[in-house]
Structure formats: structure tokens, C-alpha cells
Nanobody, 114 residues
Framework: QLQLVESGGGLVQTGGSLRLSCEAS????????MGWYRQAPGKQRELVAT???????NYADSVKGRFTISRDNAKKTVYLQMNNLRPEDTAVYYC????????WGQGTQVTVSS
């Protein structure tokens, strides 16, 4: 049974940094594309960043230049380095693993105080 477990969320002040991690179990991690998504209260879930199995990355315009997605296939882990955080980045952040099927993590809360 494949599981995705996110960690690294928390409370940070405006301008601060956090690094989220998402570790997968029970699957061949390297063949999957990975992504981070977020959902703020009262809003729809939105794409933050994706990284393909080959390492190509894609970012939402709102996080370009501030967030970096990366992966370590040996550790079956995808990371999201978030710098210069803003209050509007406050959301639950979810990890997604996808190819022909998709899997989601349970989410981790990120709160940025002004």
C-alpha cells in the first residue's frame, strides 16, 4: 500500500523559510512525477510546483523565485524549499505522486504570520 507522508510545516513570520518533505513508501518512486499543491481556507486546491521523473520543474507564478522543488530518488522523498514566505502562502500543503494513477498525502499546515 503506497503512502505519502508530508512533514516540515509550521508557523513562521513573514520573510521566513520552511522546507517541506514528502516521503513515499511501497512503490518505485523514481518513475513518478511529483507535485506540491496547497489549499487555503475557502479556496480551491492549487498547484504550487511539480517535478517530473526526469527532473523538469514547473512553478506557479505566485511562488517563482521563492520556492524550489527537488527530489531525492534514493530517499523516495520530494522537497519544497520555501523562502521569503508571505501571509498569502498560508495553506495546507499536499504532496501528490502521479503518472497513470495518483496518490495524495494527508497535508501539512503552513501558517505565515504578518
Amino acid at each position: 500500500q503506497l503512502q505519502l507522508v508530508e512533514s516540515g510545516g509550521g508557523l513562521v513570520q513573514t520573510g521566513g523559510s520552511l522546507r517541506l518533505s514528502c516521503e513515499a513508501s511501497g512503490s518505485i518512486f523514481s518513475i513518478y512525477h511529483m507535485g506540491w499543491y496547497r489549499q487555503a481556507p475557502g479556496k480551491q486546491r492549487e498547484l504550487v510546483a511539480t517535478i517530473s521523473s526526469g527532473g523538469s520543474t514547473n512553478y506557479a507564478d505566485s511562488v517563482k523565485g521563492r520556492f524550489t522543488i527537488s527530489r531525492d530518488n534514493a530517499k523516495k522523498t520530494v522537497y519544497l524549499q520555501m523562502n521569503n514566505l508571505r501571509p498569502e502562502d498560508t495553506a495546507v500543503y499536499y504532496c501528490r505522486m502521479f503518472k497513470s494513477t495518483e496518490y495524495w498525502g494527508q497535508g501539512t499546515q503552513v501558517t505565515v504570520s504578518s
